[in-house]
């Protein structure tokens, strides 16, 4: 996987571009996303069901992973089982 995929879930309707990407599986409601719409959906594990934002930003506490939400849905995002944060934006410098 390489920065610019863009991965769909198999369990709701989210999809997300990848902006950075490190090792390990990416995951949304609880199950790995692929490149092609799946046949069925699933359904999204309680833990991971918290939802995505469309246009949020997601990383993980290391900084690795980088996801840009581009359609939102009911499971939450996470990498190998570990649930990704919404990036906080960074404050633009004070004007005097």
């Known amino acids: 996987m390489k920065p610019g995929s863009k991965l ?13 990407c490190g090792e390990g599986t990416i995951e949304c409601g ?16 309680a833990d991971f069901s918290a939802g995505t934002l469309m246009g949020k930003r997601y990383v993980d506490a290391d900084g690795k992973f ?13 990498v190998n089982g570990t649930a990704l944060g919404i990036k906080d934006a960074k404050p633009l410098p004070a004007s005097d």
């Not at 980088?66 to 996470?78: F, H, R, Y």
Request: with cysteine; aromatic share 0%; charged share 20%.
């Open 8 to 20: 769909k879930s198999a369990v709701c309707d989210t999809e997300v571009m990848v902006i950075r």
């Open 66 to 78: 980088e996801l840009l939400c581009v359609k939102p849905g009911k499971g939450s995002l996470s």
């Open 30 to 45: 609880g199950a790995p996303m692929g490149d092609a719409n799946p046949e069925t959906l699933g359904v999204p594990n």
